[in-house]
Every structure is written in structure tokens, then in C-alpha cells.
């Protein structure tokens, strides 16, 4: 017995793989910035879902996603990751507010300082929790060039979203 199937039935099977290899959230690459994880191709932590971009001068732009499991909430993590930033790798924290996904999901936002070879960084991370991920969304470099490239990291941010 010859079994057949309707192409159709073939190419719903295929986009059904194809959605559930992809990242757990929504990102838009902004104009001057290129992005460095196009296609999985190059990957800064195995364990995170991750999105990298740079522009030409070296402001770089990331998301990283893991599985929320054990689960936490959006407090935890977000005092969790300021006393990382902080206590664990010498930022100072220069602003922390609440802030809101495109999607609605809110998040916590710290803009921190630190100096490295004499020269001024800038670094912006958000924390967004949800049922099933938890996400950083991060933007940084040299103070002078991420103060430039604001307009195009507010963009950025405001255009997120994760699932």
C-alpha cells in the first residue's frame, strides 16, 4: 500500500518546525547597527537564546533569553542582576526605573557607569520575567559614542518583545 501526502499537509508540518526553532521574542535591528548573531551563527553564551549587534564604533546592542526555571519573579531578578552589576562587577548604578515592553510585559531598567582604561562606559540592561523566560535586554559601550547612538537604543528597546 502506497501511502500519499497533500503537499499542503507537508508545508504546514515544515512552518510548524520552523516557528518552534526560533528565538523567544521579537527584535528589530536599528539603522547604523549591524547585527553579529544573524542566523545562530555566532553565539556569546550557549545557554541563552541571544541577539547581538554592533555599530561601526562599537556600541553594542544584545538580548539574551533563558527558560525561567527554577521560576523567579521580575523583584528578584532585578535585585538579583543589580547586585551582580554592582557588587560583582564594579558598575555604578546612575538610574533604576520601571519600564514597559511593547507587549505590555513590565520590566526593570538599570543605566550604570564604569570607567575602564581611563575612559567613561555607559551600559543600559532590562529585565523583562515572564511564566516561561526571563530576558536581558542590553545596550553599551563608551559613554560619548552610546550617548550618540541614544535615539537609535531607544528605538531599540521600545521595539522589543518578548513572547
Known amino acids: 500500500m502506497k501511502i500519499q501526502c497533500a503537499p499542503w499537509l507537508l508545508l504546514s508540518l515544515s512552518i510548524t518546525a520552523l516557528v518552534g526553532c526560533g528565538r523567544p521574542y521579537d527584535v528589530a535591528t536599528p539603522a547604523g547597527f549591524v547585527e553579529l548573531t544573524e542566523g545562530g551563527q555566532r553565539s556569546y553564551d550557549g545557554n541563552a537564546d541571544e541577539y547581538r549587534a554592533s555599530t561601526a564604533d562599537g556600541v553594542v546592542l544584545g538580548v539574551r533569553a533563558w527558560d ?19 557588587l560583582g562587577q564594579g558598575y555604578a548604578l546612575l538610574e533604576k526605573k520601571e519600564v ?3 507587549n505590555g510585559t513590565k520590566g526593570t531598567e538599570l543605566r550604570l557607569g564604569h570607567d575602564q582604561d581611563g575612559q567613561a562606559h555607559l551600559y543600559t540592561v532590562i529585565i523583562f520575567v515572564t511564566e516561561d523566560h526571563v530576558y536581558l535586554v542590553e545596550a553599551g559601550g563608551k559613554k560619548e559614542l552610546v550617548e550618540k547612538a541614544a535615539s537609535s537604543i531607544d528605538w531599540f528597546v521600545k521595539n522589543f518583545q518578548p513572547e
Open 68 to 86: 525561567n526555571e527554577p521560576k523567579v519573579d521580575l523583584g528578584l531578578a532585578a535585585r538579583a542582576l543589580e547586585n551582580r552589576t554592582r
Open 100 to 102: 514597559v515592553a511593547a
